[in-house]
DNA sequence: CAGAATCCAACGTGATACTG
DNA sequence: CAGTATCACGTTGGATTCTG
């Protein structure tokens, strides 16, 4: 488990969940694997415009969490899939929550900047 | 409205949602004034173990983010109420997934220590 | 293909002390 | 009471280049 999480725990769980889903990029990655697993490059493209180091990093921090799986097949070109555990998949009602919201902020926005 | 969640509204309706909600505390501060407004050191003891300059800066931004109002009032000694935005209320049914989400994984930290 | 290595700038977060 | 000022520091996010 990770550090910023363990200490989050002591609290509130509210910010046990932002500890885990937090950080830029890491809630997009779970949408986009909830249509099922990925492979690196896929999901550096599906998630938009991040870098590799910092894709990497994040999916190193939701497999810690036990969010993600990550599986390594030994072939060549070597080939990575990224898919939801269990736990990742309960993530399901959340993404979707977040996305509404999101969206509905977005257009307030786009209100805001007409007027 | 904050750069960041003018740059993540380029990307996805999830990370503008993060971009206004993912700092530390944000969710928190939210929770607690559902109960109604609360002036800055109330806040502050309900929040948990976060300095004043710290609970400053995320206000702020809530506020720049419509999320909160802040409502000064001039007397002696000073009164500040903080108070959640419709918009801000608007954010009810995600905390309320963020706090499930979260205890039941710290139930399952507590779980998997204790195994 | 899936990253690792290296480097860096910007922030986020925090402690401490002070003030209108 | 409700902050602000100052300082410090670790983490994040990112660009770029390189590799098994």
Redesign the pocket.
């Known amino acids: 488990m990770r550090e910023?999480v363990r200490r989050a725990a002591e609290a509130c769980p509210v910010e046990v969940a932002i500890a885990v889903v937090g950080?830029?990029?890491k809630m997009t990655v779970v949408k986009h694997l909830l249509g099922g697993p990925l492979?690196?490059?896929?999901l550096n493209r599906a998630v938009g415009p991040?870098?590799?180091?910092?894709l990497?990093?994040?999916l190193r921090d939701l497999e810690a969490d036990g969010v993600v799986h990550r599986e390594v097949y030994p072939e060549v070109?070597?080939?990575?899939e990224y898919s939801l555990t269990p736990l990742g998949e309960s993530l399901a009602g959340l993404v979707e929550s977040l996305n509404t919201w999101g969206e509905a902020y977005a257009d307030r926005l786009a209100a805001a900047s007409s007027s």
């Open positions: 910023p950080g830029s990029w492979r690196f490059n896929a991040v870098t590799p180091r910092v990497t990093r994040q070109p070597p080939r990575v």
